[in-house]
């Protein structure tokens, strides 16, 4: 018999699935919490059950977890990050990260992913499965438990294209987000997205005050259809009028994730092209400049280059930050350390 993923089961529904078990309502609240708030890893540990209710429990429910199968932490600035492993031995990345307003994490939303953009360490080994929300639960509580902190942030940048996993990733943010749980705040909780545009309204029209990030990389379609294959899909057009959609309904800032790549996207027309592009949008833009891969070729834009892409930008009245560099020693960017363990 399969088990039912207790983690991943709304307040509502595990009350369901309890009462159908003839327990009384205060059962709820006691399991919840200790699923969603304490982050327990087993029935074991939830001492306030008799052990025969929670042997019956176990019978029937999974609790989820997942296995650190490496941890590197950076010298330089504290920067963890993990290679979990979930039951069926398929291995996920994730980043904690230590800033002035508290641990932020970066967590996996797939394993691997099918977007196949060509600078992503993520996208070489393809796609293997969605992740369940209690899954990413699971990247959160562990580290959190590891490194005895509480995680106050969280960006969905990892692994996989959160958009793609849509249900599973909105009932994720709903759980994480829950006063009887982790209970963050849906501000402090980023999701990016390579631009899936019928998601993206759907998205907005859940109101959430969730930060969207769009990967959009390039000024215009053909330049992006270089690096992203996705871009054949949608293209920037019908990209902007999505985010143009979710900032009239959220009043969210979008942010634009830019890599720049020497010679690809980076020269000073390409940085007046998206300035043009993006006018009028609620919006701050996020250069980064290329993590270089083993597997690919691409060089990171040269320090000039960059400071007359922020300088065009700056000019035109956009706010543009240049993403820090956390846990260089340890190769922190998502899809690496995944990767050299495969390899
Ligand atoms: N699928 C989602 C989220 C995962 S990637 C998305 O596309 O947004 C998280 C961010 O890292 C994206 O902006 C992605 O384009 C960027 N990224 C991936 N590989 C990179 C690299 N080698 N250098 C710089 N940014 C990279």
């Not at 959160?162 to 987000?177: E, G, R, S």
Request: hydrophobic share 35%; charged share 30%.
């Amino acid at each position: 018999m399969n088990k039912i993923d207790i983690r991943s089961l709304s307040y509502f529904e595990l009350e369901k699935e309890l009462t159908d078990r003839k327990l009384p309502k205060f059962r709820t609240a006691q399991i919840y919490d200790w699923l969603h708030s304490k982050g327990v890893m087993s029935f074991e540990e939830m001492t306030n059950l008799s052990k025969d209710l929670r042997t019956k429990l176990e019978s029937e429910f999974e609790i989820k977890t997942c296995k650190v199968l490496r941890k590197l932490v950076s010298q330089i600035d504290e920067t963890v990050k993990y290679l979990f492993e979930f039951s069926d031995k398929s291995t996920v990345e994730s980043v904690v990260m230590k800033y002035k307003y508290g641990y932020s994490i970066c967590i996996s939303t797939q394993v691997g992913c099918k977007m196949g953009c060509t600078f992503c360490a993520s996208a070489i080994g393809g796609f293997q499965r969605n992740l369940t929300p209690s899954e990413m639960l699971c990247e959160v509580l562990t580290a959190q438990r590891d490194l005895n902190i509480k995680i106050s942030h969280i960006v969905l940048m990892g692994t996989g294209e959160p958009l793609d996993n849509y249900d599973n990733v909105l009932k994720f943010l709903k759980l994480v987000t829950d006063e009887k749980g982790q209970n963050l705040s849906m501000r402090h909780i980023s999701l990016s997205t390579c631009g899936l545009v019928e998601r993206i309204y759907e998205l907005a029209d859940e109101n959430l005050q969730l930060t969207l990030s769009v990967s959009l990389h390039a000024p215009n379609d053909e330049i992006r259809q270089r690096t992203m294959p996705v871009a054949k899909k949608y293209s920037i057009d019908e990209i902007l009028k999505a985010c143009k959609y979710y900032t009239d309904k959220t009043s969210r800032r979008i942010s634009f994730e830019y890599a720049m790549i020497n010679g690809v996207n980076d020269s000073e027309e390409n940085a007046k092209e998206l300035c043009r592009r993006l006018k009028g949008i609620l919006c701050h833009i996020n250069l980064i400049p290329v993590n270089e891969i083993k597997e690919r070729d691409y060089r990171k834009s040269d320090a000039d280059s960059l400071k007359r892409f922020i300088s065009v930008c700056e000019d035109k009245g956009f706010a543009v930050t240049v993403r820090r560099t956390l846990g260089s020693d340890i190769n922190a960017s998502c899809g690496q350390l995944r990767q050299s363990v495969r390899t």
